[in-house]
């Protein structure tokens, strides 16, 4: 079994009951029912997979194993994706098969394959690749080999190279290289009235379950006209959401990749009332506006004991705290000491794995 569906033994209903369970240890406050994926099978949007090769030089690519550090096994049929995702996987690896690629081997530091990320949108139907490699000039892939991996692909499939630069004491870099197709997919989301258009690039976050995503942002969203602080903004999705009533949006993110769909996402839907920030929210939060609202929807780390002052200090009306990881969330809850929790949300965005998302409603007291 690879290390990603981990509760797939369980039947689905089994699986929510525990989810449930879980969250009734975490919080006091009563919860609503975990809003269910359906189906819970074929709903993912993206998949990264990873290249490997063990001592005999055997290769692998696929999915991490359970427990067992470092090892790939070779996944041919994944029942959380399309067939498509199945079809291109098994199709690079017989095609890095008949290569003398080297995986890329982390404790030595040579090899030149990483991953294979693949991306669809499952409302568009738009689809991307994106193959990442070393980025040591003695490890990059030949013009044949390169032309080779591209014939792989139909002409419309949006197709990258991504080299991946990590240098012991700077930070990682990547560098995108647009080998064919697009040089982005699009996504939509149907949501109340209204369908949503999203430019995903290959470095940019979007969350990987978009039907369930859509549930999740109908959850949130919130009668807001005044102005509204979207923190952790990503492409800025739920702050467009709330532009449409708002006074006012103010989106901050810190990845460069997001902020740039964001820019773009705001042409796409003719919004012209939201001003986007990249930065850190734990750096900027004390000099932003004071807000009706703030939206935040922090990585797993959670918020932190800072961000939640800062939060306090800049006392908004209300607060929706969308999370992916319940156990930050409820510790977060502690330090918003002036708000009440008034409503738990939860949402099956991950079924077969014990994650999930959930929304927190706060008010001032």
Request: charge should be neutral.
């Given at each position: ?13 089994a ?10 240890a ?13 189906p819970?099978?074929y709903?993912r949007?993206?998949?990264?997979y ?8 055997q ?54 394959l ?84 999203c ?22 969203l ?77 990585p ?30 409820a ?5 918003l ?29």
């Amino acid at each position: 079994m690879c290390g990603g569906c981990t509760f797939q033994q369980l039947d689905y209903a089994a699986q929510l009951t525990y989810k449930q369970e879980k969250l009734k240890a975490l919080f006091s406050h009563p919860i609503k029912p975990i809003i269910p994926c359906d189906p819970p099978f074929y709903h993912r949007n993206k998949m990264e997979y990873s290249f490997s090769q063990d001592k005999a030089g055997q290769k692998f690519l696929g999915l991490h194993m359970p427990a067992a550090r470092g090892r790939v096994i070779n996944i041919e049929t994944c029942y959380l994706t399309s067939p498509w995702f199945g079809q291109t996987l098994n199709s690079v690896r017989k095609w890095w098969e008949g290569t003398d690629i080297k995986a890329f081997h982390p404790p030595s530091g040579t090899g030149t394959l990483r991953t294979l990320t693949l991306r669809e949108g499952k409302r568009t139907g738009h689809k991307m690749a994106i193959l990442t490699i070393s980025s040591k000039a003695r490890e990059c892939l030949t013009k044949e080999q390169l032309n080779s991996f591209k014939a792989l692909f139909k002409e419309d499939v949006s197709l990258f190279l991504v080299l991946h630069q990590a240098t012991k004491g700077h930070a990682t870099q990547m560098f995108e290289m647009h080998l064919q197709g697009a040089d982005h997919i699009c996504e939509e989301l149907h949501i109340h009235d209204r369908v949503l258009k999203c430019k995903i690039s290959p470095l940019s976050f979007f969350q990987p379950n978009t039907f369930q995503a859509e549930k999740l942002y109908q959850e949130a969203l919130i009668d807001a006209d005044g102005h509204v602080l979207d923190l952790y903004a990503g492409s800025a999705t739920l702050g467009m959401l709330f532009a449409k009533k708002a006074a006012r949006v103010t989106s901050v993110e810190l990845s460069p990749y997001s902020i740039l769909d964001a820019e773009d996402n705001l042409i796409l839907n003719e919004i012209d009332n939201i001003d986007l920030i990249r930065g850190d929210v734990a750096e900027l939060l004390h000099t932003l506006p004071q807000s009706e609202l703030v939206i935040v929807d922090p990585p797993r780390s959670g918020l932190g004991v800072t961000t939640c002052s800062h939060l306090t200090t800049l006392a908004p009306k209300k607060i929706i705290y969308i999370s992916c990881n319940p156990s930050t969330q409820a510790d977060d809850l502690k330090h918003l000491k002036d708000y009440k929790l008034t409503s738990l949300q939860p949402v099956d965005q991950f079924p077969h794995t014990p994650h999930l998302e959930n929304i927190a409603l706060l008010e001032h007291l």
